[in-house]
């Protein structure tokens, strides 16, 4: 009974966002094509983060980007658009991204139902184990400093952007929609306005540990689970383990990595039936809804901030606790539920509400007149 009820307590993954499973990370419902929308171009490029050189994890360090311009781009070379960077969840990377979200679909229909025109970029972070959590790790790379910094420095030198953070938008969903509440907390000199969509990992809490098969045995399926990881040379033998095993090595290698232990280089909160206590502080620590206080300040500069969750989605009660700390503080965010699942209203959401919230709250035209 002691060994299960460590197995219970010592994980700290979300079933919200990284214990998803993979083919549902694309079933969403579509909404139907704008009748006269203008194509939008979409070109795919490698952008080179420098805050991912030297990653002991052996990830990417040049980042697969998707960049949507807007119809008339290309003809008037002295027209400036803001940017809106949306950040992918758990499992996926940008590819995948754009069939969730359906663009560039909902870009034209959002654009040709009247949002004000903006370009629109989505970077992959995926990793070896799945997903960066946005965060900032000598296992993984900094993909926080890739996101707020290296990222808006490529758009910004190779496009027609208005280069002031209140033409930069920053969204996400899921793991993105985290990634999004932890990066504008701590980069408001780079973002003007957030939206986050059905984040994930906004507070610690203890969940099961993953099946490694049939069995109901949480003691078995941990011992498994060490077995597995014990018996790996490397970050890329993760592919061949559960989803939700690679979940918790996610968590492991952006939240408490560990530079002297290789070949992962990440400390687990449970192995050989011992709790780390530092290992789950370190966690705890991690999460933003443990941190947003800490950054009050930053998040009043926002002009605006959006959030959205379903009324199926397992994170609700996390989004809403998100929403009395913004309004325990007095800071407005337009929140909603909708009726839907974690993943069900996604691409209506992107072409309906994202897109129109960025189009009203982003500056349109240089200089950006203040918040």
Same mark, same amino acid.
């Given at each position: ?151 808006? $420095? ?5 496009? &027609?952007? /208005?280069?002031?953070? *209140?033409?930069?938008?920053?969204? =996400?969903?899921?793991? +993105? ?64 383990l559960s989803q939700a095993a690679r979940a918790q ?37 991690? $999460? ?5 206080? &800490?950054? /009050?300040?930053?998040? *009043?500069?926002?002009?605006?901030? =959006?959030?959205?969750? +379903? ?61």
């Open positions: 009974m002691k060994t299960m009820r460590l197995a219970r307590w010592a994980t700290l993954v979300l079933a919200a966002s990284a214990a998803l499973p993979l083919t549902a990370q694309v079933k969403t419902e579509v909404p139907q094509p704008v009748s006269g929308a203008k194509p939008v171009a979409a070109e795919r490029i490698k952008v080179h983060g420098a805050a991912l050189e030297g990653n002991l994890g052996g990830e990417a360090v040049d980042r697969d980007v998707i960049v949507f311009l807007p119809p008339g781009y290309a003809a008037d070379k002295s027209r400036r658009y803001p940017v809106l960077y949306a950040l992918h969840g758990y499992s996926i990377g940008a590819e995948q991204w754009t069939q969730e979200v359906h663009v560039p679909q909902t870009v034209e229909g959002a654009f040709a139902l009247g949002t004000a025109p903006m370009i629109v970029v989505l970077p992959d972070s995926k990793t070896l184990y799945g997903g960066s959590i946005y965060s900032s790790s000598v296992t993984v790379g900094d993909f926080e400093k890739f996101v707020s910094h290296d990222l808006v $420095a490529y758009v910004d030198a190779h496009y &027609q952007t /208005i280069a002031d953070r *209140r033409a930069r938008g920053l969204a =996400g969903h899921s793991m +993105g929609g985290q990634g999004t509440a932890r990066i504008g907390m701590k980069h408001p000199d780079v973002f003007g306005s957030l939206y986050i969509m059905s984040p994930g990992l906004l507070l610690p809490h203890p969940a099961e540990l993953p099946r490694m098969g049939p069995s109901t045995n949480p003691e078995a399926d941990q011992k498994a689970f060490e077995g597995a990881v014990k018996a790996m040379k490397s970050p890329k033998d993760a592919a061949g090595l996610a968590v492991a290698a952006a939240w408490s990595p560990n530079p002297k232990k290789p070949p992962l280089y990440l400390d687990l909160p449970l192995m050989d039936g011992k709790t780390d206590a530092n290992v789950l502080a370190r966690w705890a620590a991690n $999460a933003p809804l443990a941190f947003i206080d &800490q950054y /009050i300040g930053n998040l *009043r500069q926002y002009r605006a901030i =959006g959030l959205d969750v +379903g009324d199926q989605d397992p994170g609700l009660n996390e989004s809403k606790a998100l929403k009395a700390a913004l309004d325990s503080y007095g800071i407005p965010v337009a929140f909603q539920i909708y009726s839907g699942t974690h993943t069900s209203a996604v691409a209506d959401r992107f072409q309906n509400h994202v897109l129109p919230f960025f189009g009203k709250n982003l500056c349109q035209a240089s200089p950006c007149s203040p918040k």
